[in-house]
Nanobody, 127 residues
């Protein structure tokens, strides 16, 4: 059983930056593909970024490509999402999630692939 706790959300002006962190406990962190999802009111959950067990393979949604960077530190059991050039449409609750995987270099993009989820952190971008 893996527990995930997000932090780092908040209110920021358009064009600003935030760094989200997700701390994991209770499992072998390097066994998991990690992802960041977001959900805005009235909208479907969206996978914005994912990172393989090794950290060598990443995925970004087109909506955030070039602005967001996902990274992980297997020694610290943490995954991060650096969000730059934020836009009002980035406003959402952001969740980190973990997918237990046999594969070292693959990511996962569907929410149904993920086994564990954090409680979420609110990100609000003002115009």
């Amino acid at each position: 059983q893996v527990q995930l706790v997000e932090s780092g959300g908040g209110l920021v002006q358009a064009g600003g930056s935030l760094r989200l962190s997700c701390a994991a406990s209770g499992g072998t962190f390097s066994s998991y593909v990690l992802g960041w999802f977001r959900q805005a009111p009235g909208q479907e959950r969206e996978n914005v970024a994912a990172i393989s067990r090794s950290g060598g393979t990443t995925y970004y949604a087109d909506s955030v490509k070039g602005r967001f960077i996902i990274s992980r530190d297997n020694a610290k059991n943490a995954v991060y999402l650096q969000m730059n050039s934020l836009k009002p449409e980035d406003t959402a609750v952001y969740y980190c999630a973990a997918d237990r995987s046999l594969y070292w270099q693959v990511t996962a993009t569907r929410g149904s692939e993920y086994d564990y989820w954090g409680q979420g952190t609110q990100v609000t971008v003002s115009s």
